[in-house]
């Protein structure tokens, strides 16, 4: 019988979840943290099969059946242990190589090596709460991290002393030449000797898909360059190929949590701490292929998936020019890759600078904001096409379009790429389509009312009411800043569609928020926006003759129109009056469409779950019904 290199056999059960080999051959569904399913070795009518993907394992608690990946596959499809190794591999697409003295050496080196990055990160910690780590744990703390944060990602300090690290380990036995092969020491250039790579550091541990430390990232005490240092690649380690934090990530779905991409260690760190356990991050590189390729990896088998739930990741990068930079990159190698089940969706930060500094600003319910208006590609795509274009010309309108159609073509997934061609089409034809007999004054509106330009029509939301409600909303929030006293929070969680009014609502939130001796005035607060907007310029993210329209357009007497209580002179009594009806409009909107949703889901599959969702959905429908009569 051929035999198989064990690293071999542990790299098909870290490519294949072993709850999409299961889902593929019976039905699954989400329990907790695992899956449950009815065994497929012995007959039950009760779901007593369980799969773990995070420990790599199933086990009937009826028949007592248990294994991993490879023995589900030999029990499942009747084949043996070369046969079922082949099959899984195939579909992993792994070449099948042979045991060999060579293999099994390499197996036992690099299960030697995995024992010094954790001896290492062990010297780490240590320091990090001694006497020469006092500095680094005062950052650490500073930061807004406890003891039981700090230990549970295994944060450390890296000595000053270049020689610390390697007498600790060379004196347990390691070798020098190992320190030196997975980045943690390196070789002087200038006399015989070597030295520790990382020197004076706050450490990060980085783990593999099982949580075994294969690297580090350092960030410096004080000044110096770089400010972030990180292992070079080495035998268990390629930076484009990992992400920070993906082995606790790896089980967020099954816990109902998305899988969000922000920037940094301390943004996943802050994330996580915050409940936010899918948070992962690059390795000091732009997201790469391979790193998406890798998140898609996680998601459950379309057939098995919440139709109700939107399960594509989210990429969250910091609100300055780099961050966005680093979105649009991420963007442009994910178009080819795309298909019906395998997509991104995109949350841009506006007022604070990442994830980290809006949830200690402005907490969880900003953050759960940001969520909510994240974009899918399709809007993604569009909006790149129109940054900077003003849309008066025909030849602003066909770069445009050639700049949406160039990305486009970029899809590689023929039916994916009809589709999104064929919605673009549709958003142009609405967009270029404008025409003054189609606008039709309301009371007592004229023809100054009309919109300045075709083109800012047609980037309004499909639902024109929603559109209007939230112009509504921003308005009375910006003129009658004391609400925010009473409705801040309602206003932080609101879902906005419309994509321009994000970037205000999220600076109104930020100015609102901070600690005043007397909350400003419309006047100062209305200053204020308008002049962040113009700071936002100079730092080129935004540009601000848009960003001022929005706030005009807000701001303008065609909202004053729909309720009059939205302007400056009215009392604060009426005003909130107005919010309440308002808000309680909005959300009754946001449930009937909720259970529409609910509805389509539970005729699609009428399984228990979305008949419990859509039962409640309808309750709440008929409370709001109840409350407005």
Avoid at 432 to 448: A, E, I, L, S
Wanted: charged residues 25%; proline residues 6%.
């Amino acid at each position: 019988m051929p035999t198989f290199p064990p690293s071999f056999l542990e790299e098909i059960r870290n490519r294949l979840p072993l709850s999409g080999i299961v889902g593929a051959r019976v039905r699954i569904i989400r329990a907790g943290r695992e899956f449950k399913a009815c065994c497929p070795f012995h007959n039950e009518k009760t779901p007593s099969f369980y799969v773990n993907d995070a420990k790599q394992f199933f086990h009937c608690f009826g028949c007592g059946a248990h294994g991993d990946v490879i023995g589900f596959t030999m029990r499942f499809d009747r084949l043996s242990f070369p046969e079922a190794v082949e099959s899984l591999a195939a579909q992993a697409g792994l070449q099948v190589p042979r045991d060999t003295p060579v293999a099994r050496e390499k197996f036992d080196k690099e299960k030697q090596l995995y024992q010094l990055l954790d001896k290492a990160t062990a010297f780490f910690e240590e320091h990090l709460f001694s006497p020469s780590g006092r500095e680094a744990l005062a950052y650490l703390r500073k930061r807004g991290l406890g003891d039981d944060a700090i230990r549970r990602f295994r944060l450390g300090y890296a000595p000053n002393d270049g020689q610390a690290l390697l007498r600790k380990m060379t004196g347990e036995g390691y070798a020098l030449d190992d320190l030196i092969a997975v980045g943690l020491a390196k070789k002087a250039e200038d006399r015989p000797d070597s030295y520790s790579f990382f020197r004076n550091r706050v450490m990060f541990p980085v783990g593999d898909s099982r949580g075994r430390t294969v690297a580090f990232g350092a960030r410096i005490l004080g000044d110096g360059e770089p400010k972030y240092l990180n292992s070079p690649d080495h035998a268990l380690f390629h930076k484009g190929q990992l992400l920070y934090g993906l082995s606790r990530a790896r089980t967020a779905l099954t816990q109902g949590q998305p899988i969000i991409v922000v920037e940094g260690y301390m943004d996943v760190i802050a994330l996580v701490e915050a409940g936010y356990s899918g948070a992962v991050a690059p390795l000091g590189t732009a997201l790469t292929e391979e790193q998406i390729q890798i998140l898609w990896k996680w998601l459950p088998p379309p057939d098995t998936r919440d139709a109700s739930r939107d399960y594509s990741p989210i990429l969250c990068f910091d609100g300055d020019t780099a961050g966005l930079r680093a979105a649009t990159r991420a963007v442009e190698r994910a178009l080819p890759l795309l298909t019906s089940s395998q997509t991104l969706r995109i949350a841009t930060m506006a007022g604070a600078k990442d994830p980290d500094e809006l949830i200690r600003q402005s907490g969880k319910a900003a953050f759960d904001s940001l969520l909510k208006q994240a974009l899918p590609m399709i809007d993604v795509l569009w909006n790149l096409a129109l940054a900077g274009r003003q849309m008066r010309t025909p030849e602003e309108r066909g770069a445009f379009k050639t700049a949406l159609n160039g990305r486009v073509s970029q899809i590689k997934d023929e039916a994916l790429r009809e589709l999104y061609r064929n919605e673009f089409k549709k958003r142009i034809d609405d967009a270029f389509g404008w025409k003054p007999q189609n606008f039709t004054p309301r009371q007592g509106g004229n023809w100054k009312n009309a919109p300045p330009a075709p083109f800012l029509e047609a980037r309004r939301s499909p639902q024109s009411g929603q559109r209007v409600m939230e112009k509504i909303l921003l308005a009375l929030l910006i003129n009658h800043p004391d609400l925010f006293d009473e409705f801040g929070e309602s206003f932080a969680g609101m879902e906005i569609r419309t994509p321009e009014f994000e970037a205000l609502r999220q600076s109104v939130i930020d100015h609102l928020s901070q600690i005043h001796d007397t909350a400003p005035t419309a006047d100062e607060l209305r200053r204020a926006l308008s002049e962040n907007a113009a700071q936002r310029e100079r730092e080129s993210v935004f540009d601000y003759d848009r960003d001022v329209s929005v706030l005009d357009e807000i701001l303008s007497p065609e909202t004053y129109l729909h309720v009059q209580a939205a302007r400056p002179e009215v009392a604060l009594d009426e005003a909130r009056k107005a919010w309440l009806a308002m808000w309680q409009t909005l959300e009754q909107g946001k449930i009937k469409a909720d259970y529409a949703a609910a509805r389509a889901s539970y005729r699609e599959q009428p399984t228990e779950e979305n008949e419990r969702r859509m039962k409640a959905l309808q309750e709440q429908v008929t409370q709001f019904a109840s409350g407005a009569e």
